[in-house]
């Protein structure tokens, strides 16, 4: 069933002479059996025949020159459009005008895939002239009539398009990728924020590692990083993947947190960069977790990406070739440097690296299982692994004399590393003799 206020809208419009659909996401999800996060609906009543349907209702008026009326109803906003049929686009990005029309044929033909140009009335009957419930019981992404038309218009559908296959699992119809490869060039048009916002979604697709494997081409226009990693033979026993698809494999191993699938995309993309044959022929990439890590600083500023994603995108991929033993002090130290949430994300990303290996070396595993239970125990049981789980403190070393400064840092900071590394107990009395002999 609808919700109230949706039901509620559609039927005044439909009440007072006017045709009133759903149309695009929500009757998609809808479809698959999923719950739409909104519902937008067109209709044949132009905004200011809407707004009189609406009068009483608080209303708000910021997308009239497009033809959207939001009306709200029980307090929940509803985006109400006219159907709209468009002219060209020159930027490759948005109409250069809109016509109101009172063809809902003409409005879905406008629409950027079958699978989102299927209307849905009040009654749950369907619209469908462009074949898109077919489309969706096929698991296919098509575009409405020519696609090349579709992404020239608006090249952010490009993207729109590979994140939709990403996340819903559905294959892109060839006429279709062959029309984004084409098109490509014109991601230059779409701004950056867009562009992370797109690749992040699809980053954290249920489908991702087949999108970076079969659509390398496209996503390069965007992320040029990924090319050089595509069919990079890694020369080495360890690895029975390329560059490219055991970073996909990675990808999809980790959990969908973006931090994450930021860092497993890049964390080896340095190796092109940084390969060397041994006498052997044995490959070797050393100094290839800066080379990523520059790498993925340089996309994700370009990409305008907030700086808590880059900052820990950044950590991971630093560390995350840092060979780490199952043992208390090397926990605590990883705990110090890293924080309990980035070490838990380190380890994540150490165990999908190992899994994206060969065979017979993917026996990291069980150290993964150990550190992830040191630094549970570790948590639980408030060892010190930070300043402030020191028994002493900067007042405490003031009594003794040591003026705030420079100094009193050092000497917290050999303490700390002391306890850390069992060389000294975190007890009080112990770190104040301690304190003493390490003044000047």
Known sequence: MLPNSVREALLRLNEAGFEAWLVGGCVRDRLMGAEPHDYDITTSAIPEETEAVFAGERIIETGLRHGTVTVL??????????????????????????????SLRGDLARRDFTVNAIAMDADGRL????????????????????????????????LRCARFSSVLGFAIEP????????????????SAERIYTELTKLL??????RLLMDHTDVLGA??????PMKGFDQRNFHHI??????????????????????????????????????????GHFYGHAEKSRELADAALLRL?????TREAADQLIRYHDWPMEPTAAVVRRALNKLGPE????????????????????????????????????????????????????GGDLRALGIPPGPEMGRILDELLDAVISDRLPNEREALLAAANALCP
């Open 127 to 158: 619209c469908d002239p462009f074949g898109g419930r077919a489309d969706l019981e096929k698991k296919i992404l098509r575009a409405v009539g020519d696609p090349e038309a579709r992404f020239r218009e608006d090249a952010l559908r490009i």
């Open 342 to 393: 980035g070490l838990r994300d380190l380890i994540a990303l150490k165990r999908a690296d190992n899994l994206a290996q060969a065979p017979e070396f993917r026996d990291r595993q069980r150290t993964c299982d150990e550190i992830e239970a040191l630094a549970a125990q570790i948590i639980a049981e408030q060892q010190a692994f930070s300043l402030k789980d020191l028994a002493i403190n």
């Open 241 to 282: 993947y390329d560059v490219l698809e055991h970073t996909a494999r990675v990808v999809e191993n980790v959990p969908p947190a973006p931090r994450l699938r930021w860092a497993a995309l890049f964390h080896d993309a340095g190796k092109p960069a940084c390969f060397t044959l041994d006498e052997q022929g044995v």
């Open 204 to 209: 954290c697709g249920q489908d991702v590692r």
């Open 304 to 308: 305008k990406t907030d700086n808590a």
């Open 222 to 227: 965007v992320l040029p990083e990924l090319l």
């Open 73 to 102: 109803l029980s307090g929940e906003p509803l985006e109400i459009t006219t159907f709209r049929t468009e002219a060209a686009y020159s930027d490759h990005r948005r109409p250069d005008a809109v016509c109101f029309t009172r």
């Open 175 to 190: 006429a279709t990728a062959a029309a984004m490869v084409r098109c490509r060039e014109l991601l230059a048009y779409v």
